[in-house]
């Protein structure tokens, strides 16, 4: 099968094809023939180096966390997806390849675009650790700073059908589409804190930062204090005592996508 690799960190000229074996499910994955794959920051910072001391992968190496394709292999112990089942997730394997294994896929709805398929698993895994750990609810009000990406879409949107007002910072130029998802957007520049108490006059319930711009002091200052606010995107977290909650396909309390018997919704 053909792949994208790299031999070695650096800037997108290290990636280059190779041809790998089509590898084999181990009894809990599926095989995918990959339509299309997410290229998410995390592939970036890991083809670079940034991640190297902290991530290490061993070279050669087949990037790419997100998939949407078809199942054309499944292992023995596989019971409730089936051999042309459309589905998306992360790969085990490294998804810039013709076919990729998996263990956390789902079915994909019929009316969702391979595009959003593969968007979604990074960004829906964080999103949903994010909810879960601030654990609000009906009648709460949350503030998502970045908003208007990925992460901060859908978790306002998780929010806003739990009964949970949302309103968020992001530049003037996304308002109208974040005004159409339930959103009430505030500008992300200076006098972003006057806006939001203008805008939740009987206050924030939490905060939510999914842009790591260094909004969290603000935030503490708004908060009173450190509690309540949880970043998926700023490590001065650790200095400031603002939770970060961190995870991936890995962790079993926060898993995006689980094999599942019945077709996903959207």
Do not use: C
Request: hydrophobic share 40%.
């Amino acid at each position: 099968m053909r792949t994208i690799t790299f031999d070695t960190y650096g800037d997108p000229s290290v990636l280059h094809q190779a041809v790998a074996e089509t590898p084999d499910p181990e009894p809990d994955q599926v095989r995918v023939a990959t339509r299309r794959i997410g290229v998410n920051p995390f592939d970036i910072k890991l083809r670079s180096g940034a991640l190297a001391q902290f991530h290490p992968v061993d070279l050669p190496t087949v990037p790419g966390s997100e998939i949407a394709g078809v199942i054309d292999a499944i292992g023995t112990d596989v019971e409730d997806l089936a051999i042309g089942d459309t589905v998306f997730g992360w790969s085990d394997t490294g998804g810039y390849a013709d076919y990729a294994l998996a263990t956390t896929v789902i079915r994909t709805p019929t009316a969702m675009t391979w595009e959003r398929a593969a968007s979604l698993p990074v960004a829906g895994e964080a999103a949903l650790r994010a909810m879960r750990t601030l654990d609000l609810q009906r009648g709460n009000t949350l503030l998502i700073h970045g908003v208007a990406g990925n992460v901060g879409t859908i978790a306002a949107q998780i929010a806003i059908a739990r009964g949970i007002t949302v309103v968020g910072t992001a530049r003037p130029a996304h308002h109208q589409a974040l005004r159409k998802i339930g959103v009430t957007p505030e500008s992300s520049g200076p006098g972003w804190i006057e806006a939001v108490k203008a805008a939740a006059p009987a206050g924030i319930t939490a905060i939510l930062d999914t842009a790591g711009a260094g909004f969290l002091p603000e935030s503490i200052d708004l908060m009173r204090g450190p509690n309540h606010i949880v970043t998926l995107a700023d490590p001065a977290a650790y200095e400031l005592g603002v939770t970060f909650a961190a995870g991936g396909p890995d962790d079993p309390d926060h898993r995006v996508t689980t094999s599942s018997p019945q077709p996903a919704t959207p």
